[in-house]
């Protein structure tokens, strides 16, 4: 049974930084992308960043220039560093694990940046 566990959501004030994590426990075979994304009050939900097993990363707009994904292949786990958070980054925050023949997804960690 695969499972996604993310961590290091919480509340932050704006400028500031969070890091979350998805680790993967269980097999899945061939993994082609792990990404992030996230679902704000009243929106529908939105990629913010990927990166495939090849190394290339995928970026939304908003994020761009504040916001870094990497991925350690050896745990299976992707991180998405984030910085200068803004308000309107609040939001859950979803981990997505790609592969050839299913979508994998984490529970959601919520982010929330507030003074």
């Known amino acids: 049974q695969v499972e996604l566990v993310e961590s290091g959501g919480g509340l932050v004030q704006p400028g500031g930084s969070l890091r979350l994590s998805c680790a993967v426990s269980g097999s899945i075979f061939r993994i082609n992308a792990m990404g992030w994304y996230r679902q704000a009050p009243g929106k529908e939900r939105e990629l913010v960043a990927d990166i495939t097993s090849g190394g290339s990363t995928k970026y939304a707009e908003s994020v761009k220039g504040r916001f870094t994904i990497s991925r350690d292949n050896a745990k299976i786990t992707v991180y998405l560093q984030m910085n200068s958070l803004k308000p309107e980054d609040t939001a859950v925050y979803y981990c997505?694990?790609?592969?050839?023949?299913?979508?994998?997804w984490g529970q959601g960690t919520q982010v929330t940046v507030s003074s």
């Open positions: 997505n694990v790609r592969s050839a023949s299913y979508d994998y």
